[in-house]
C-alpha cells in the first residue's frame, strides 16, 4: 500500500477539507495533470511501476504511482519529498496485465482482477498553505496506456468517476522508474491485496 496515500488520510482528522479556489490553475493548465472537480493538479513529478509479480496463473500485478514535481524516487525505489511542507499530488493505480510488465492498451476498471483491468485508483492531495486535504476513490473509469519498455517512456490518458459522483481525467507522459519488488513475503503480499480502505 502506498504509504502517502495512508499519511494523507489520517491528516483529515486534523485539517479542513473545504475547498480552496486557489489551487485552480486552470489558466495555466500543466501538461501531466489530474483534473478532478474543476481544479488542475500538477504531476508533473516521477512516475514509479512497481511490480509485484504473478498474481495468479498468467495474471501479473503492477502498479502505478505518479507524483507532483515536489517527489522524487530515492536510491531504493521510494517516494521521497524535497520539501515536507510543500503542496502534495498523487495518484496511484493497482493494474492487472496478461504479461509479466505492462502491456499498451485499454485497462478498464473492475472489483475483479482480470487482465487489463485496475481494481484500484486513487488521488490524493494535500495544500499545506490552506489546509485542504482531497481524496478521491475511482468507482469506474478507463486507463489508455502506451509503453515502450525500451526507452522506459510512457503515456496515460486516465477518464473516471469517484465515489463522490464527480468526474476525474488525468494525464501523464514521460519516462517511468521501474521496482520489481515481486520477491516480497506472502505477508506483505495479502497487506497489499486486503488492508486497503475505502471512503
Known amino acids: 500500500m502506498n ?51 504473478e498474481f495468479d496463473n498468467d495474471l501479473y500485478n503492477l502498479d502505478i504511482i505518479i507524483g507532483s ?20 499530488h498523487e495518484l496511484y493505480f493497482e493494474l492487472f496485465s496478461p504479461e509479466t510488465m505492462l ?25 499545506y498553505d490552506s489546509d485542504e486535504f482531497v481524496f478521491a476513490n475511482f468507482n469506474s473509469g478507463t486507463i489508455s496506456l502506451n509503453i515502450n519498455t525500451e526507452s522506459t517512456s510512457i503515456t496515460l490518458d486516465i477518464e473516471g468517476t469517484t465515489f463522490q459522483n464527480l468526474e476525474i481525467t488525468a494525464h501523464w507522459e514521460g519516462d517511468y522508474f521501474y521496482s520489481n519488488i515481486s520477491e516480497v513475503s506472502n505477508l506483505e503480499q495479502e497487506f497489499k491485496k486486503e488492508d486497503r480502505y475505502s471512503l
Open 103 to 127: 502491456n499498451s492498451g485499454l485497462y478498464t476498471f473492475n472489483n475483479t482482477e482480470n487482465p487489463m483491468t485496475f481494481d484500484v485508483g486513487e488521488f490524493v492531495a494535500f495544500n
Open 3 to 53: 504509504k502517502l496515500i495512508i499519511s494523507l488520510f489520517f491528516l483529515t482528522l486534523l485539517f479542513s477539507c473545504d475547498k480552496d479556489n486557489d489551487t485552480d490553475i486552470s489558466n495555466n493548465i500543466p501538461t501531466n495533470y489530474v483534473l478532478y472537480d474543476g481544479v488542475y493538479y500538477d504531476i508533473g513529478g516521477p512516475c514509479l511501476i512497481e511490480d509485484f509479480g
Open 69 to 88: 514535481p515536489n517527489f522524487y524516487i530515492d536510491d531504493d525505489g521510494e517516494f521521497e519529498q524535497f520539501d515536507t511542507l510543500a503542496n502534495d
